[in-house]
């Protein structure tokens, strides 16, 4: 019994060296957004409620309503739980399992008497984790259940975007769609100005023609937009979980949204970004299957114990039955095994090697979605000063032909091209303010905003 006691002793001074808590590698982050756009500044918008970040009170009752309707968000949520019962079973293997295996038996010899037996035993099997397989396999559990859950916030902040670009698309579209019908009036007027310069020898029946030909292009574009508008507004539908129906919004005009651009340091997004926090539970995941993989190369200690009631003693019948106690311990080591363990191991650490490449990339993918957006952004809004100034000198430019066209020698085509330029502005000019507020949100998202904060912490 001392050997025995001596062998298990050192056994477990042994294993205690097979377990190693996962470290986060060493990743490097500088110029992750692109030289010159990191800040020392750790404000970043990514830590902003969108609640607080987007000001329209119609978008966010919808972002409500998608947060609670959306079937990628329900399905999320049952990932969770999912992940969560298998921790749990992880949990429970430190216990031991008890069963009861109640037996019964009738037997008759050359027509003598009936013997009965019996056995109501109680057993009892605990598996010590000695090389920390067991441990092993929890905190791969832990992992997987903290990857669903980033899952849930990676989902959820994708749903925040998605359902602003989509309502910020609908006011777009709505702006170049009043542009179009103010024109469209426009030409309207235009064209019963030729007809009256016609009666008047002013004009010729080519001039009236080109004028009600852009007026008809101009009204076939109007239904172009509404079926833009009514098919903006089924996505978004779909994207809250409801019927296709009406979307109640505002106005392009109305959109306020902040004006600094705030991306804090790129080491940030190791804890704002929930695809980012996923890629490094997943290579937290791949460790621990790589060190259970390992512990199974080592012996395994089990023990065994059984109570219970017999009539069956092995010499003969004894009524009333007696109490069966027994207790064992086994210590299991692999021998050979035609070097499949050791193969399985071979194959975690390849599937970790895997999972840290793709931390990596995904990180950089992140950087990447930072600098574009944060471009998109700056870029727009330099554009929107130079197209405002394009629409005051086109705008000038149409009043001025059209009153030398009335009262001096200028041409109705000189008038047409001056209007077609200025239409094509305006709806430039919108365009361009969507493509600003598009940037804006695409970096919010970028940085990790639109999750869950209260369940970080």
Known sequence: MKKIAVIIMATLMTGCGVYKSYQRPDIETKDLYGAGMEQADTTSMGNVAWEDFFRDEQLKALIREGLEHNTDMQKAHLRVEEAEATLKSARLSYLPSFNVAPQGALSSFDNANTVKTYNIPLTASWEVDIFNGITNAKRKAKAVYA???????????????????????????????????????????????????????????????????????????????????????????????????????????EVMLPEELLVGVPVQMLSNRPDVRMAEQSLMQSYYATA??????????????????????????????????????????????????????????????????????????????????????????????????????????????????????????????????????????????????????????????????EREE
């Open 292 to 453: 259970e993989a390992r512990s199974a190369l080592y012996p395994k200690l089990t023990l065994n114990g059984t109570i219970g009631w017999t009539n069956n003693s092995g010499r003969g019948i004894v009524n009333p039955g007696k109490m069966l106690l027994s207790a064992a311990a086994s210590l299991l080591q692999p021998i050979f095994n035609a070097g499949a363990g050791r193969a399985r191991v071979k194959i975690a650490k390849a599937q970790q090697q895997e999972a840290m490449l793709s931390f990596e990339q995904t990180l950089l993918n992140a950087g990447a979605e930072v600098n574009n957006a944060l471009t998109q952004t700056q870029n727009a809004r330099k554009k929107n000063v130079v197209r405002n100034a394009q629409v005051e000198a086109l705008a000038r430019a149409v009043e001025k032909t059209d009153k030398l066209m009335r009262y001096s020698s200028a041409t109705y085509l000189e008038v047409l091209t001056a209007q077609q330029a200025l239409l094509s502005a305006q709806l430039s000019q919108v365009g361009d303010r969507f493509e600003e507020i598009q940037g804006v949100v695409n970096l919010y998202h970028a940085l990790g905003g639109g999750r869950d904060l």
């Open 147 to 253: 990857t669903s859950r980033e899952y849930v916030q990676a989902v959820r902040t994708q749903l925040v975007a998605g359902i602003a670009n989509l309502y910020y698309t609908l006011l777009m579209l709505d702006r170049q769609y009043e542009i179009s019908v103010e024109t469209a009036e426009k030409w309207n007027e235009g064209v019963r100005t030729m007809r009256a310069l016609k009666r008047g020898g002013m004009a010729n029946e080519a001039a009236v023609a080109q004028y009600e030909g852009n007026r008809l292009a101009v009204e076939a574009s109007l239904q172009t937009l509404s079926l833009q508008i009514t098919t903006t507004e089924n996505s978004l539908a779909t994207l809250l979980g409801r019927p296709v129906q009406k979307i109640e919004r505002g106005r392009l005009d």
